[in-house]
Antibody
């Protein structure tokens, strides 16, 4: 059974940093691209970032480009999101999501339960 | 970036109704589109992939169609458990983009 467990969320002030982690199990992690998707309270889904199987192709939403960095450690079956220069509009539930294939164009199938990031001034 | 629009943004329907939701892409995305259902407090669930393929385990009353820039999700006979918000996602090009969502509630 595919399991994605996010951690690292919390309360943080604007301008500070936070690192999210996602522990993956139940599938061969390095066979698949992975993504982060967020959802602000009461709002829709926003794709944040994606990384292919070997970290060779990475993409970001314009809203986070230059501030957030996605990475993965295939030896540890883990996905990460380093979030710097946080803003109040980064407040959201952050989901770790598995892709259906190894490449950047694969769509998203399994979702974690999310970790909440709250940026307050 | 590819922009995704959805219509309607919300709808009220009765059990047994046929419901159609449309998603449009600002440029052609072949069939690189998925549909997701989200219920309050839950993670999204994939219903349709590759625009028209039904995810395993999803009831056959759900169907998808379209290619290029216009796509449709149809629920042939709405059931009580289908009241939720539905999102399309284009995964043709980074950055991926979701539609703004369609909330389906009880009439």
């Amino acid at each position: 059974e595919v399991q994605l467990v996010e951690s690292g969320g919390g309360l943080v002030q604007p301008g500070r940093s936070l690192r999210l982690s996602c522990a993956a199990s139940g599938f061969t992690f390095d066979d698949y691209a992975m993504h982060w998707v967020r959802q602000a309270p009461g709002k829709g889904l926003e794709w944040v970032s994606g990384i292919n199987w070997n970290s060779g192709y990475i993409g970001y939403a314009d809203s986070v480009k230059g501030r957030f960095t996605i990475s993965r450690d295939n030896a540890k079956n883990s996905l990460y999101l380093q979030m710097n220069s946080l803003r109040t509009d980064d407040t959201a539930l952050y989901y770790c999501v598995k892709a259906t294939g190894y490449g950047s164009g694969s769509d998203l199938d399994y979702w974690g339960q999310g970790t909440l990031v709250t940026v307050f001034s | 970036d590819i922009q995704m629009t959805q219509s309607p943004s919300s709808l009220s329907a009765s059990v047994g109704d046929r419901v159609t939701i449309t998603c449009r892409a600002s440029q052609g995305i072949r069939n690189d589109l998925g549909w997701y259902q989200q219920k309050p407090g839950k993670a999204p669930k994939r219903l349709i992939y590759a625009a028209s393929s039904l995810q395993s385990g999803v009831p056959s009353r759900f169907s998808g169609s379209g290619s290029g820039t216009e796509f449709t999700l149809t629920i042939s006979s709405l059931q009580p458990e289908d009241f939720a918000t539905y999102y399309c996602l284009q995964h043709n090009t980074y950055p991926f983009t979701f539609g703004p969502g369609t909330k389906v509630d009880i009439k």
